[in-house]
DNA sequence: AGGAAAACCTGCGTGC
DNA sequence: TGCACGCAGGTTTTCC
């Protein structure tokens, strides 16, 4: 499900109405996701803050960190009032004053994670490439990590190893709007070729948190359906239909397992 | 080591 | 209507 910008706004949605709180309990009622839930020490605790890195959410507590990852579709969202559990509602953070932060996740690819040093040294976050939208992530790291690969350039951009935040849809995506062919060995791009699609990445990313913004839905009392967003895309789920740049039909391939949309006559 | 594939799950649409 | 199958916005683990 959520890629960068559908955990930003997420993390945008349920900051607010969390900010100060503290924590009454927490109830697991499905311990198994990705990894089993460990116990998570914060009854008694305040949430300091909420932060986001990569894909996961950070969920600052005086004594550590509870690391949150949505998975394909896992949500998050605020209860003021109790609201009877639904399907695949796995985890309830309380709070003393009576608002429940509800976690769902059908697939149960998600992941609840405990550590209490600092969170960036957890294995899942120490070898992560650096923020997309911070300085740091810069052509010369982008070269670094593409050169010598003969991975497909999609399938490099999806590693969060070489990019953060990049899933399935925005990797077609930026890399129509960058004109450049999903199909290309990584190393073989040139450095107009690498500038412009990480430009292109930022650019994706930055107007998909917008979008999230604009047409951000409750994440308070919603339905359970908070975290997804429309998005307009121009080749992602396309296949067939006309090229909204040249018209032509776009093509849809397979990399990795994934489902790859581009346009052969504006991609190479 | 890099790269490909399998693994973890449930739900939904399609076609027979 | 039922059922098999393939596919889904993620990431780690395993295998070659």
Redesign the pocket.
Known sequence: ???LP?VETTRRGIASHLAQATVRQVIVRTP?L?WPIPELPIAGQPLLAIERR??YLLFRFPNGTLLV?L??TGSLRVLTRPQAVQ??EHVDIEWVDGRILRYRD????GAFLWTDSDPEQHP?LARLAPEPLCAQFDTDWLTRKLAR???PIK?AI?D?QCVVGV???YASESLFRAGISPLRP?ASLNANEIARLLAEIRSTLAAAIAAGGTTLRDYVDSDGKAG??S?QCAVY?RAGLPCPHCGQVVAQTRQ????TYWCPHCQH
């Open positions: 499900m959520p890629e559908e198994r990705r990569a894909k990852h998975g394909m399907a695949h059908p697939r149960r690819f899942l690969r003969s991975t399938v999806m969060a899933g399935n849809i990584a997804y967003f998005l789920d990795a397992q994934r489902a």
